[in-house]
Each structure stands twice: as structure tokens, then as C-alpha cells.
């Protein structure tokens, strides 16, 4: 079983920042990637639907950003700590959302989520 503990959401003004952390912690053989994936207020958790994928990291190194968040946010990771990281800067209102940390590990691609962080930019 794996556990997913995010720490780090709050309340922002905009133009404000934050930052995430997930660790990942149970029985990992190894982790392919780590990501953070957001849900906007009102809409219902769906997995692979409502929520939006905001960055994700692989193993080695790769990035991938949400068009919204690219040049605002940047994702990071500490594979000997199972820990990914997601730095906001710039935020503004429409970023609001519960973030959700996902993992998904090998050698069979289980996907993991947290239980989620709330995020609200507002003055």
C-alpha cells in the first residue's frame, strides 16, 4: 500500500506564492513519475476528467506543464525522499482549486493520488 501525505496549500493573495510537497511513503518498488493534478470549485472528482493536470516529473528528470501554468509554476522532486514539489508564483484567482498529488509507480504503472491540498487566491 502506498500513502500520499501533501502538505502546503492555503489561502494567497494574487501575485502570491506557495508551495506543495507530497511525499510518497509504503511498499515502492520504484516511482515512474510524480505529478500534481488541481480541481476547480464546483466541479465533481472524476478521475481523468474534471481534474486537470497541472505538472508532472518522471524519474529521470522530464517536465510537463499545463499551458496555464507554464513560466507560473515549477515542479520538482527528491527521488531519495519520494517527494515531488510544486513551486507557485504569480498566482491569480483562476488557479483556485484542490490540488492532488498522483504517483504512479513500477513495474506495473499503479496510479496513487493524496487526498488533496486546497489552494484559493483571493484578495
Known amino acids: 500500500q502506498v500513502q500520499l501525505v501533501e502538505s502546503g496549500g492555503g489561502l494567497v493573495q494574487p501575485g502570491g506564492s506557495l508551495r506543495l510537497s507530497c511525499a510518497a511513503s509504503?511498499?515502492?518498488?520504484?516511482?515512474?513519475?510524480m505529478g500534481w493534478y488541481r480541481q476547480a470549485p464546483g466541479k465533481e472528482r472524476d478521475p481523468g476528467k474534471e481534474?486537470?493536470?497541472?505538472?508532472?516529473?518522471?524519474?529521470?528528470?522530464?517536465?510537463n506543464y499545463a499551458d496555464s501554468v507554464k513560466g507560473r509554476f515549477t515542479i520538482s522532486r527528491a527521488n531519495a525522499k519520494n517527494t515531488v514539489y510544486l513551486q507557485m508564483n504569480s498566482l491569480k484567482p483562476e488557479d483556485t482549486a484542490v490540488y492532488y498529488c498522483?504517483?504512479?509507480?513500477?513495474?506495473?504503472?499503479?496510479?496513487?493520488w493524496g487526498q488533496g491540498t486546497q489552494v484559493t487566491v483571493s484578495s
Open positions: 509504503g511498499t515502492i518498488f520504484s516511482i515512474y513519475r
Open positions: 481534474r486537470e493536470l497541472v505538472a508532472n516529473i518522471t524519474s529521470n528528470g522530464v517536465t
Open positions: 498522483n504517483v504512479v509507480s513500477l513495474p506495473y504503472y499503479n496510479q496513487y
